[in-house]
C-alpha cells in the first residue's frame, strides 16, 4: 500500500493571531491543501500551560478556526477542528508521556524559559511537548506518513516527536511513522516591530510592535510608521547590522513574494518603504477581515464546522490510538 502523505498545522490560541502566524502557517497550509491532505486544529490544550481566562481562550479558539477559514482554508477538503474535542489526543499524550522521560521534557528550550524566574509552574507546561508529540503521530500511523510544517523555534519539539516515535516502535512494534519537518517558504520568522531583536509573538504583553490579522488600517499604519529603524537612512537589507530596517523588507518581501534584497535598492527613504509596507500589509488582511466577519456572523455555522471536522479527525485518529493501546496491552475502548 502506497502511504498517504498528510500535513499537520496547528494554531495556539494564546492571542490573536498575527501577521507571521499568517505567513507561515495559515496561508502555506491554504496553497497546499490540494496537493497535500491537510489536518489543521486549534491547539486549545496547549493553551492551558499558563494562567487563562476560559471564555478568552474559547473565544480566541473560535476567532482562530474563523481566521483559517476566512483565509480559504476550505473544510471539505481539509480537516478542521478544536484539538479538545479530539479526546484521543488526550490519550495519546499519556501513552507517549509513558514513553518520554522527564529529562527529555525538562531540556526542552522553550520549557527552560518559559519556566525561569517562576515560582510555581505548571506540569502541562513541562509535558506539552509530548503532547504535541501526540497530536502529530496520531496521523502519522495506519499507512499514512506526515508532515509538519516547522520554524527554528519548533525543530527541538519535532526531534522529540521523532525520538518517540522510534522508541514506541522499538519497544511495542512498527506502529508510528516517523514524520520530517517542512519549512514555510515566507514568513517563518518575522520580527517584531518595535524590537526586532525578538520574534513576533501573540503573547507579547506590549502589542505594539505585532501586526494582528484582525488589526484594522489605521492601527496598521500606527504600528509600521513607529516601527525601530535606525538613524543612517539609506534602505539595506543587513539582518545583523540594521535589523530594524531588514526586518521591514522581509515582511514586505514575504508579502510580495520577493527577496528583501532585490526590494532594498527601491528605496530611498524609510518613510517609502513603510508606506509601501503599510499598503502591502492592508491588502493582504483585508480579505481575510471581510471573509471573517461573514463567518462569525453565523456562530453555529462554525460551530458545526468544527464539529463535522473533529469527526472527521477521530476517523482519521483511532486506528492509530487503537493500535498503540493494544501494542502497549491496554484494551482499545
Known sequence: MIPVTRRITGLKPTGHLHLGNLLAAVRPMVRDQD??????????????????????????????????????????????????????HAVAHYLLESTATF?????????????????????????????????????????????VPTGDDQDQHLELTRTLARRFNARYGETLTVPRGVRPSAGARIMDLADPSRKMEKTNPAPGGVLFVLDPPDVVARKVSRALTDARGSVEYDPLGRPGISNLLAILGALLDRTPASLAGAYASYAALKADLTDAVNAAVAPVQRAYAEIRADPAELEATLAAGAQRAQALAAPTLAAMLGRMGLRAA
Open 103 to 147: 529529562g527529555e521534557s525538562q531540556r526542552m528550550i522553550q520549557f527552560r524559559e518559559k519556566a525561569a524566574g517562576q515560582d510555581s509552574v505548571r506540569l502541562s507546561l513541562l509535558t506539552y511537548p509530548t503532547l504535541m508529540a501526540a497530536d502529530i503521530l496520531l496521523y502519522a500511523g495506519a499507512g499514512a506518513t506526515v508532515e
Open 35 to 88: 496537493a497535500v491532505p491537510t489536518v489543521a486544529f486549534v491547539a486549545d490544550l496547549h493553551a492551558m500551560t499558563v494562567e487563562h481566562d476560559p471564555a478568552a481562550l474559547a473565544e480566541l479558539t473560535r476567532e482562530a478556526a474563523a481566521i483559517a477559514l476566512a483565509a480559504g482554508l476550505d473544510p471539505r477538503r481539509s480537516v478542521l477542528f478544536a484539538q479538545s474535542q479530539v479526546p484521543e
